[in-house]
């Protein structure tokens, strides 16, 4: 089964925090607070299972956060991918507190990040969005989320109403992690599964393999749908 597209804001104020080494050095501008819950249902109506939560943090403290690779944007883009050119922030910490996750980002020196050094010195109430893949299951408390991969935390402003097509649109299609870390469509997956097999078509019963081969990739579109 893949997994479905998955934003989720946490509206929770931000601290602004300056930060100054010495002298010589330029000022630093972070942001912090709550970035994650588990264990309660949220604004989405999803609840994420802390166990699970807390394991995926650990992974993305280790591949993303530890490499210097963990920057969010600004305002929810409805993508898998991180696009560095909206890049307003970088996460450095990410630690449990109870059934929260509390965060540090540094502000970038980005157009971004000047944007939200300018917002959260105004006192604007800004918020974090998670943005991953996972699965739903309905259930008498809410939509529970489960096999949860982050892909990386966003900064908002607005509730994600205006959002609400495009998210479902991206939630009725499937994804899945390889084991490079890359994040495939299903059917984008079943199509390069395709190519690779009738590259080494066999010296007999070609005409079959390719049969089973098509009928396979059609079985695999289905499923996704």
Same mark, same amino acid.
């Given at each position: 089964m893949?997994l @479905?597209?998955l934003t989720?804001?946490?509206?929770? &104020?931000l601290?602004?925090?300056v930060?100054?080494?010495? @002298?010589?050095?330029p000022?630093? /501008?972070?942001?912090?607070?709550? /970035?994650m819950?588990? =264990?309660?249902?949220?604004?989405?109506?999803r609840? /994420?299972q802390? $166990?699970?939560?807390?394991?995926?943090?650990?992974?993305y403290?280790? $591949?993303?956060?530890?490499?210097?690779?963990?920057?969010g944007e600004?305002?929810?883009?409805?993508?898998?991918e991180?696009?560095?050119?909206?890049a307003?922030?970088?996460?450095? =910490?990410?630690k449990q507190n109870?059934? /929260?996750?509390?965060?540090?980002?540094?502000?970038? $020196?980005?157009?971004?990040?000047?944007?939200l *050094?300018?917002?959260?010195? #105004? @006192?604007?109430?800004?918020?974090?969005?998670?943005r991953?893949l996972?699965?739903?299951?309905?259930?008498?408390?809410?939509? @529970? +989320?489960?096999?949860?991969?982050l892909?990386?935390?966003? +900064? +908002?402003?607005q509730?994600s109403?205006?959002?609400?097509?495009?998210? !479902?649109?991206?939630e &009725?299609k499937?994804?899945?992690?390889g084991? $490079?870390?890359?994040i495939?469509?299903? !059917?984008?997956?079943?199509?390069q599964t395709?190519?690779?097999?009738?590259?080494?078509?066999?010296k *007999?019963?070609? #005409?079959?393999?390719i049969?089973?081969q098509?009928?396979?990739?059609?079985?695999?579109? *289905?499923?996704?749908?």
């Amino acid at each position: 089964m893949g997994l @479905k597209f998955l934003t989720t804001e946490l509206h929770e &104020s931000l601290e602004f925090l300056v930060e100054e080494q010495n @002298k010589t050095e330029p000022q630093k /501008y972070f942001i912090s607070g709550p /970035y994650m819950m588990a =264990e309660k249902q949220n604004q989405n109506g999803r609840i /994420y299972q802390l $166990d699970e939560m807390k394991r995926e943090v650990e992974r993305y403290g280790t $591949d993303m956060i530890q490499t210097r690779r963990a920057i969010g944007e600004m305002n929810h883009p409805q993508s898998t991918e991180v696009n560095p050119v909206n890049a307003c922030h970088l996460v450095v =910490e990410l630690k449990q507190n109870d059934n /929260y996750f509390m965060g540090k980002s540094l502000i970038l $020196d980005t157009p971004m990040g000047q944007l939200l *050094k300018s917002l959260v010195k #105004d @006192k604007i109430q800004m918020g974090i969005s998670t943005r991953g893949l996972g699965n739903l299951t309905e259930s008498n408390q809410g939509k @529970k +989320v489960s096999n949860f991969h982050l892909i990386c935390l966003d +900064v +908002v402003h607005q509730p994600s109403v205006q959002n609400a097509m495009l998210e !479902s649109i991206l939630e &009725s299609k499937e994804w899945m992690v390889g084991g $490079d870390g890359r994040i495939v469509e299903l !059917s984008e997956h079943a199509f390069q599964t395709l190519q690779k097999n009738i590259a080494t078509l066999p010296k *007999k019963e070609t #005409d079959m393999f390719i049969k089973e081969q098509l009928l396979n990739f059609i079985a695999t579109l *289905k499923g996704a749908n």
